[in-house]
């Protein structure tokens, strides 16, 4: 029997996705957003949302439009610093953070999808990621009312030098949005360049996964040696087109004295 997985719109894809789903999301920086998912689910409606991401866009685009809809309940997140209201929901009480070092949380994406509960790493040893007291949310006055708790720290030795790592338990959410530059209608997908840092394990991630793809193609039309997410961890794919909207966060201009 044929394996097509393919839907026909954003809208049809992401609606069964509830109030107070988890959820993994692609992108690094402004590259590889589902924006034409992440609209969907604007339109939706689904709110109370614990959302997982690298970052949570920018004021006005990508998961920012969830943030000032007020639809998202938990950022867990490596970085939020280009995006003045996630700052002001946070510090105001309306927001609950999880901050994460970027490789701990790609990583642990990528073990939750690969079936591995936890792992040790050295990243955070010796901070507050180990040791706790990170502030995850406040009041309304800026008083803390939620801090992270400490983790697990024990010593190991590969290769014969003995250091200290911290226990960090992966990541399974209800649902994943990605966007590929190219997939086929068996879910098999090839991202492009920085999309490539998150869009994988945060699809691994996720018991169901949604692919925004710039280019449908058949099966067999990809090189299987090309293919970064096999197409066992997508449910579902949908053509956004190659003229989609794309974002740069920052551009730099150099001069002709320095050209």
Known sequence: MAIDKTVATAAEAVADIPDGASLAVGGFGLSGNPIALIEA?????AGDLSVVSNNCGVDGWGLGVLLE?????KMTSSYVGENKEFARRYLGGELELELTPQGTLAEKL???GSGIAAFYTRSGVGTQVAEGGLPQKYDAEGNVLQASAPKEVRPFAPGGVENEYVLEESIVTDFALVHALRGDRHGNLVFNKAARQFGPPAAMAG?????QVEELVEPGAIDPDQVHLPGVYVHRIIEVGSDIEKRIEKRTVRSAESA
């Open 41 to 45: 689910l604007l339109a939706q409606g």
């Open 69 to 73: 809809a007020g639809r998202i309940r």
């Open 110 to 112: 990528r073990a939750g």
């Open 207 to 211: 018991k169901v996964c949604i692919a």
